[in-house]
């Protein structure tokens, strides 16, 4: 079993940052991979960012360069570092770890853009 806890999240005018947090507990040692998704009202959930144990990272087709994902492997905790927000990154920011198999996700914390 692993739990995720997520934190970081709120409201921000557009052009804004927003750092993200979640740390895992648990099963840690199974962990290779996290991440994030998001899912906005109305869509589907998105891939936003993803970090291998390696320290490979991946990024969805919209970040263009304004996000940055990081993981501290002492501290079991990955990181998305947010800048330049625009309205459309409103949504529910969902962080996760596959485990054998399993998808283990946060509670999610809500990011909201807006003037």
């Known amino acids: 079993q692993v739990q995720l806890v997520e934190s970081g999240g709120g409201s921000v005018q557009p052009g804004g940052s927003l750092r993200l947090s979640c740390a895992a507990s648990?099963?840690?040692?199974?962990?290779?991979?996290m991440g994030w998704f998001r899912q906005a009202p109305g869509k589907q959930r998105e891939l936003v960012a993803v970090?291998?144990?390696?320290?490979?990272?991946n990024y969805g087709a919209f970040v263009k360069g304004r996000f940055h994902i990081s993981r501290d492997n002492g501290k079991n905790t990955v990181y998305l570092q947010m800048n330049s927000l625009k309205p459309e990154d409103t949504a529910v920011y969902l962080c996760?770890?596959?485990?054998?198999?399993?998808?283990?996700w946060g509670q999610g914390t809500q990011v909201t853009v807006s003037s």
């Open positions: 996760f770890a596959p485990v054998a198999g399993v998808n283990y």
């Open positions: 648990g099963s840690i040692s199974s962990i290779v991979d």
């Open positions: 970090v291998l144990r390696s320290g490979r990272k």
